[in-house]
């Protein structure tokens, strides 16, 4: 069964520093979607992406985070100078349609540790 | 804005019993409800969904949930608790609106634990 991948699944990395999530969705999807989860708290909406180009975002998706969709098969997420509260579990999600009454399938996620 | 809320961080039964997950949302209208499940290190996988039509809705592995517009709920319930339903569950619901893109706001999430 085609499922959504990303890697690594366990990132560490100094305050300061650049770090990229990477997502490699369901081929045949068109949309394309990141969430964070903060220990403890919700699972929140970050960004959504479709036709190489953001469709949504939150307030938390501000000028430190871009997308991008390097090749046919890559999602990434990059943040530019990371903080500790940038800490969370970061979900990559896609879907055949971006309505809202279609299946959205996540993968395992990427664990950001920020020291 | 919509915001969802769901009682309880972690419920705890024993195999065979009723396992009842709140979840409440608010809304302006009516919004699309879901219920995702989390196994330990894999991602979040649909386990019903709720949109239009008939207001109980089935799932996989035995689970169903209740659309109730009065109560603003949508609870998930499953008649007999197995082991292997150990896990955490997401309540999410998401704007119908036509322009909506389909994103996704999620409650805190529930730890279900079955014991033996």
């Known amino acids: 069964e085609p499922e959504v991948t990303q890697t690594p699944s366990h990132q560490v990395t100094q305050m300061g520093q650049e770090v990229i999530l990477r997502c490699v969705p369901i081929s045949n999807h068109l949309y394309f979607y990141w969430y964070r989860q903060i220990l403890g708290q919700k699972v929140e909406f970050l960004v959504s992406f479709y036709n190489n180009e953001i469709s949504e975002k939150s307030e938390i998706f501000d000028d430190q985070f871009s997308v991008e969709r390097p090749d046919g098969s890559n999602f990434t997420l990059k943040i530019r100078s990371t903080k500790l509260e940038d800490s969370a579990m970061y979900f990559c999600?896609?879907?055949?349609?971006?309505?809202?009454?279609?299946?959205?399938?996540f993968g395992p996620g990427t664990r950001l540790t920020v020291t | 804005a919509q915001s969802v809320t769901q009682l309880g961080s972690h419920v705890s039964v024993s195999e065979g019993a009723l396992v009842l997950l709140r979840c409440n949302y608010s809304?302006?209208?009516?919004?699309?409800l879901f219920w995702y499940v989390q196994y330990p290190n894999q991602g979040l996988q649909l386990l019903l969904k709720y949109t239009t039509g008939a207001t109980l809705v089935k799932g996989i592995n035995g689970f169903e949930a209740e659309f109730k517009k009065s109560e603003t709920s949508f609870h998930l319930t499953k008649p007999s608790a197995h082991m292997s339903d150990a896990a955490e569950y997401f309540c999410?619901?998401?704007?119908?609106?036509?322009?909506?893109?389909?994103?996704?706001?999620f409650g805190k999430g529930t730890k279900l634990s079955v014991k033996p």
């Open positions: 999410a619901v998401s704007d119908p609106g036509g322009g909506s893109q389909g994103n996704l706001i």
């Open positions: 999600a896609s879907s055949t349609q971006g309505a809202s009454h279609y299946e959205q399938y």
């Open positions: 809304s302006s209208v009516p919004p699309y």
